[in-house]
């Protein structure tokens, strides 16, 4: 029923910054939160932010301060503006939401991920 199509990653230098973007299609009006996951060669997938439909954001400690997560309501987009990028953000950046439907059962949805690398 949902549909996440992630863009704006590429190859950026330390200290540069990078906007991805997250649209959602489908059906939504379930969908009170979403989700800025990223996961590096051989390591397991980590949460990087969260972000509620009325604009409440959570983020990874480390990323406080460099990342920020917004969202559109009416276009369905979520954003994360990553701001002095070091080679450690280096990963594939994937948007996901769990939402609940209409039997209360949460379901586990995934974009595809865009790449992001950071070079020193």
């Known amino acids: 029923q949902v549909q996440l199509v992630e863009s704006g990653g590429g190859l950026v230098q330390a200290g540069g910054s990078l906007r991805l973007s997250c649209s959602a299609s489908g059906s939504i009006f379930s969908i009170n939160t979403m989700n800025w996951y990223r996961q590096a060669p051989g390591k397991q997938r980590e949460l990087v932010a969260t972000?509620?439909?009325?604009?409440?954001?959570n983020y990874a400690d480390s990323l406080k301060g460099r990342f920020t997560i917004s969202r559109d309501n009416a276009e369905n987009m979520v954003y994360l503006q990553m701001n002095s990028l070091e080679p450690e953000d280096t990963g594939v950046y994937y948007c996901?939401?769990?939402?609940?439907?209409?039997?209360?059962?949460?379901?586990?949805?995934w974009g595809q991920g865009t790449q992001v690398t950071v070079s020193s």
């Open positions: 996901n939401t769990r939402p609940r439907d209409w039997r209360g059962t949460t379901h586990d949805y």
């Open positions: 972000i509620t439909h009325g604009g409440t954001t």
